[in-house]
C-alpha cells in the first residue's frame, strides 16, 4: 500500500475521531477562555496557541471537526440521494423524460455552485445543516450526469439484455442488475465530494453563513482569526492547514476508489 494512502487514512481516522470523540482529545471546554491566556503562540501547554479571548486553538479545532464533518456528511448525502434519483430515472426512462431532466441539470451546471449554495441560504437560513444542505444541492447535478452515463452504459450490456429476454420486469432488473452496477463511480465520486464539501462549508463558514460565533466550526475560525495575521499567524494558518490536510487526505482515498472502480 503506498505511503500516501496510508497518511491520508490516518487523517481522516484522526478527523473522525475528534467528531466522534473530542473530550478525549481536548477535553477543556472550547468556548471557556482565560483572558491572561489570549493570544499566545504555539507551545507545549496550548500546541496551537490560543485565540484573542484566550480559548485554546487546538480545542476548538478538535471540537469543531463534529460541525465540519458532519455539515460534509450530510452535503454528500443529499447530492448522492437526489442527484442518484435524477440520473437513474433519467437513464432509465429515456426520452422526453431524460431530455427534460437532463436540461435541468445543465441549467445547475450552469450556475456556479458557490452562488447556488448561497441562494440556497438565504432562503432557508444561517446554520451548519442549512450550509451541508445547501452544499449537497449545488452537487446534485454531478452526481446525476454520472449516474445517468452509468445506468445507460449497464443497460447496453449482455446480461441486461438477457434478464429482460428472461421475462424479466423493467423495475426488477433495474433493481437487481442496473443499479448495482452502476453505483461503484457513484461511490467513487461521493468521497471526492465529501472532500469538496468540507472545503465549502469552511467558505461558506468563514463567508458568515455556517454556524454562527462562538462555534468552533473550522471556516469560522480562520475568519475569526484573520484580522490577526500580522500579529497571531496561528490563528488563521493552522485550522487552515487541518482544513487542507483532511480535504487532500478525502481526495487521496476517492482516487484510490476511482481507481478500483472496474
Do not use: C
Not at 30 to 56: C, I, M, N, S, Y
Not at 176 to 192: C, F, G, Q, W
Amino acid at each position: 500500500m503506498p505511503w500516501s494512502l496510508v497518511v491520508a487514512a490516518l487523517v481522516l481516522l484522526v478527523a473522525v475521531l475528534w467528531a466522534l470523540v473530542p473530550g478525549v482529545f481536548a477535553p477543556a471546554d472550547p468556548l471557556r477562555g482565560v483572558p491572561a491566556q489570549k493570544l499566545l503562540p504555539p507551545g507545549a501547554e496550548h500546541w496551537f496557541g490560543t485565540d484573542v479571548l484566550g480559548r485554546d486553538l487546538y480545542g476548538r479545532v478538535v471540537h469543531g471537526a463534529v460541525h465540519s464533518l458532519s455539515g460534509a456528511l450530510i452535503a454528500v448525502t443529499v447530492g448522492l440521494a437526489l442527484g442518484t434519483l435524477i440520473g437513474l430515472v433519467a437513464g432509465a426512462a429515456g426520452g422526453i423524460v431524460d431530455d427534460v431532466l437532463m436540461r435541468i441539470v445543465d441549467v445547475l451546471l450552469a450556475v456556479p455552485g458557490l452562488l447556488l449554495s448561497l441562494s440556497v441560504i438565504i432562503l432557508l437560513g444561517f446554520g451548519t445543516v442549512n450550509a451541508a444542505i445547501a452544499v449537497g444541492l449545488g452537487s446534485v447535478a454531478a452526481f446525476a450526469r454520472l449516474m445517468r452515463a452509468e445506468v445507460v452504459r449497464v443497460r447496453r450490456t449482455e446480461y441486461v439484455e438477457a434478464a429482460f429476454g428472461s421475462g424479466g420486469t423493467f423495475v426488477a432488473v433495474l433493481r437487481r442488475h442496473v443499479l448495482p452496477n452502476a453505483l461503484t463511480p457513484i461511490l467513487a465520486l461521493a468521497a471526492l465530494q465529501f472532500g469538496t464539501a468540507i472545503l465549502a462549508i469552511s467558505t461558506l463558514g468563514f463567508l458568515g453563513y455556517g454556524a454562527p460565533p462562538p462555534t468552533p466550526e473550522w471556516g469560522l475560525l480562520i475568519a475569526e482569526g484573520r484580522n490577526y495575521v500580522g500579529t497571531a499567524w496561528w490563528l488563521t494558518t493552522l485550522p487552515g492547514l487541518v482544513v487542507v490536510a483532511v480535504v487532500l487526505a478525502a481526495n487521496r482515498l476517492s482516487h484510490r476508489i476511482g481507481r478500483s472502480t472496474p
